[in-house]
């Protein structure tokens, strides 16, 4: 079956900077946007990036243009997030998702991970 991996949450001060990792397995990968959404506490889940299957094109929520980059290998079946410059305010749980034409929005993706917690102090 679909399975999705994330790694790489942890705990950073304001200004630093995580990679997250997402490993697929069980599918062909290469024919899947990618995405990531983060949910933090009493809030609803975000778009946060998304990026198309041949890696060339990527997509941005506003709060994170600049700061975060997304990326794909699909030799290794695996995406990234880089997130420099954290801000408390991104403190969530993010999760990565795949789906044959996702972009912004949670019902493009078919696939979700368990997610990753990622904590900015301040």
């Known amino acids: 079956q679909v399975q999705l991996v994330e790694s790489g949450g942890g705990l950073v001060q304001a200004g630093g900077s995580l990679r997250l990792s997402c490993a697929a397995s069980?599918?062909?990968?290469?024919?899947?946007?990618m995405g990531w959404f983060r949910q933090a506490p009493g809030k609803e889940r975000e778009f946060v990036a998304a990026?198309?299957?041949?890696?060339?094109?990527?997509y941005y929520a506003y709060s994170v243009k600049g700061r975060f980059t997304i990326s794909r290998d699909n030799v290794k079946k695996s995406g990234y997030l880089q997130m420099n410059s954290l801000k408390p305010e991104d403190t969530a749980h993010y999760y990565c998702?795949?789906?044959?034409?996702?972009?912004?929005?949670?019902?493009?993706?078919?696939?979700w991970g368990q997610g990753t917690q990622v904590t900015v102090s301040s």
């Open positions: 998702a795949v789906g044959a034409n996702g972009r912004y929005s949670e019902p493009e993706y078919a696939y």
């Open positions: 069980g599918l062909t990968f290469s024919n899947h946007f």
């Open positions: 990026i198309n299957r041949g890696g060339s094109t990527t």
